[in-house]
């Protein structure tokens, strides 16, 4: 979606436009499949005389594995083609005379002048190169400040952390991780398999590291980094690895400077930045720069943290479900490189439009001295068969180390759901306001995903008599992001920590851009509408599975259907369980105690106890 409008001038007369509106389904699903092509594309870029991922190591690991990933997470790539075909698509169609972009973001701003003015539009340009070196120095004054938090860290961190070596180490997130939680249950995405292992191995065989700060990223204050955590079953990674050990992280720090030089004198580079015949190299140097004063000292640290605990614990495995991200990719650099083998779990949808689990075949294999290529996991534990198709078809990982165990999160909804009583859901239908007669709607999306439709989906609900709208924020998200539709009158807003189960059980459907709560709902037999199309859950409305609408226009039509047409909700639940069943997407209650076999199948001579 683009943020952004412009004002033309045609034959009759001038007026402002939503730029976003002339990007149809068919050029947004082109722009994430060009952008992703592009980003993959530029590790064979020649920078010193050598390929880009040989160039820029760690320890002989190449930086690409978080090269990538900060350009995915950034988006200025897909924006970028996102405004090149909105805005081919509205000359196209208005044939203006003069453009001049009114409002957006810096891409839009550079990009759209640039594509007018290869049909004969008049333009204006609206960046000028000292907006661009404002964005570029205030950039590394950010690096500077993740620097001096990671440094802050250290301080709060107290003393180094005991040497006796657990069965499993796993490393999860300390946001995710519920305070004062007794066992590995209180984890909120994995605490199922956690609980598992340790009424297999024990306890006291478990060590839990927490990376990452213990507060989620949209309610983070800047004081953060010096404040202490309380958690003792959680050892913060940086009590492993104190200052003195970051010796590789502080000499990538050091060398930003020289190496942003060389990035930026790379001929290579510099021509890969004309993008469909439209120079984008100021927005490409920004995305570089991001690269490499922020991306690679924070990955390099990653890899120095990971290291330090991994020879304090020396660990027969390692358990993480972040395996794909940045942490977790540096942790399963570390693994491999001493030999330890890597259990990555499943912990949410595998998005088909994820770079992070997209490789080229080249990525999987070694290349070149100390490079042993893409950091894979040991063994990835999956929900189901589609997860594991499209890893072996697009993550090229190989078919030995992808293990179906199921959905441990699922099992455990599917059980809270049957014990459910008339107490448990007059409460849940209390805490969302809820009238007797009114039906409920279960939004369950990430605010900033789902920002632009959230409003038309708002109106929607109140042109249906009788509608409660209840929004679950996500995890990572407070109730403070959903402000703009708070107040409204028919709209209730509950923390992500609300329990799921009891929501669902009063809920006539379910509305997302694209949580698995859509999939896990359709188990429980309850329909779902997916908003925001083109988006991750596409597969899933082609086939029938699930509702979808296209545009905020479609979203009121779809959710009546969705509430009062039977014959649609029957239509929709035949090929729900078709499609669920044909991908294993299923609960047979046993996914924990399979995922924790799993992984203690990496250490089969550690002695197991059983509960």
């Given amino acids: 979606m683009i943020d952004a409008s412009v004002t033309i001038t045609t ?82 169609s208005e044939k203006p005379s003069r453009l001049e972009v009114a409002s957006g973001s810096p891409v839009v701003r550079h990009v759209a002048p640039l594509v007018a003015k290869t049909s004969g539009v008049t333009t204006a340009s609206a960046v000028a190169e000292r907006e661009w070196n404002g964005r570029l120095r205030r950039l590394q004054w950010r690096a500077r400040m993740l620097v001096l938090a990671a440094w802050a860290a250290r301080l709060r961190a107290g003393a180094a952390a005991g040497s006796e070596s657990p069965t499993v180490a796993a490393f999860i997130h300390r946001a995710f991780w519920r305070s004062g939680g007794e066992d590995g249950s209180a984890e909120s995405y994995i605490g199922p398999v956690l609980r598992a292992l340790e009424d297999r191995c024990g306890a006291e065989s478990m060590q839990y590291v927490g990376i990452g700060p213990p507060v989620n990223f949209r309610a983070r204050q800047w004081s953060r980094p010096f404040e202490s955590s309380n958690d003792d079953k959680v050892v913060p990674i940086e009590r492993y690895a104190p200052w003195r050990l970051l010796r590789d992280s502080r000499e990538v720090w050091r060398n930003r400077s020289t190496n942003f030089r060389a990035v930026c004198d790379s001929e290579d580079l510099r021509s890969a930045a004309v993008i469909a015949g439209i120079d ?110 499209h890893l072996r078809e697009h993550g090229r990982l190989p078919p030995a180390s992808l293990k179906v165990t199921g959905s441990p999160r699922l099992d455990m909804m599917i059980g809270r759901l049957a014990q459910l009583t008339p107490d448990d859901l007059a409460r849940a239908r209390s805490e969302t306001g809820a009238r007797d007669e009114d039906m409920i709607v279960l939004v369950t999306t990430k605010e900033k995903e789902a920002r632009h439709l959230l409003a038309g989906l708002v109106a929607a609900a109140e042109s ?144 197991r106890t059983t509960s």
């Fill in 280 to 389: 984008c190299w100021p927005i490409v140097r920004e995305q570089l720069a991001g690269v490499v004063y922020l991306q690679w000292p924070w990955s390099a640290r990653a890899m120095d943290e990971a290291a330090a605990a991994l020879d304090t614990l020396q660990p027969p495995s390692v358990v993480t479900y972040a395996e794909a991200g940045g942490w977790g990719r540096a942790l399963i650099l570390e693994s491999r490189r001493r030999g330890i083998p890597s259990a990555g779990l499943q912990h949410g949808f595998i998005y088909r439009q994820w770079l992070n689990y997209r490789h080229e075949p080249d990525e999987i294999g070694h290349a070149g001295r100390g490079d042993s290529g893409f950091p894979a996991p040991t063994v990835t534990l999956l929900f189901d068969e589609y997860a594991a198709r």
């Fill in 11 to 92: 034959a009759a007369g001038e007026r402002t436009v939503a730029l976003g509106t002339y990007l149809d389904a068919a050029t947004e699903e082109a722009a994430h499949r060009d952008a992703h092509s592009w980003i993959k594309e530029l590790r064979h870029a020649k920078v010193d005389g050598r390929g880009f991922r040989q160039r820029f190591t760690v320890r002989g690991d190449s930086l690409w594995w978080f090269t990538e990933l900060y350009l995915h997470k950034e988006r200025a790539l897909v924006d970028i083609y996102r405004t090149i075909g909105a805005t081919r698509a509205l000359v196209a």
């Fill in 464 to 607: 249906i008599p009788g509608v409660r709208l209840v929004i679950k924020a996500h995890p990572a998200e407070t109730p403070s992001a959903y402000g703009r539709v708070a107040g409204h009158q028919g709209v209730t807003v509950l923390p992500g920590d609300t329990p799921l189960a009891p929501l669902l059980a009063v809920s006539r459907a379910v509305v997302t851009v694209n949580s698995t709560v859509a999939l896990d709902a359709g188990v429980a037999g309850i329909p779902a509408l997916v908003i925001g199309l083109p988006n991750n859950l596409s597969p899933f409305v082609d086939a029938g599975a699930l509702a979808g609408a296209d545009t905020n226009g479609e979203i009121a039509g779809q959710l009546r259907r969705l509430l009062y047409d039977e014959g649609f909700r029957s239509q929709l639940a035949a090929a729900r369980r078709e499609f669920l069943g044909a991908h294993a997407m299923n609960s047979d209650g046993n996914a924990a105690a399979q995922s924790a076999e799993a992984v203690l199948e990496l250490t089969p001579n550690k002695s």
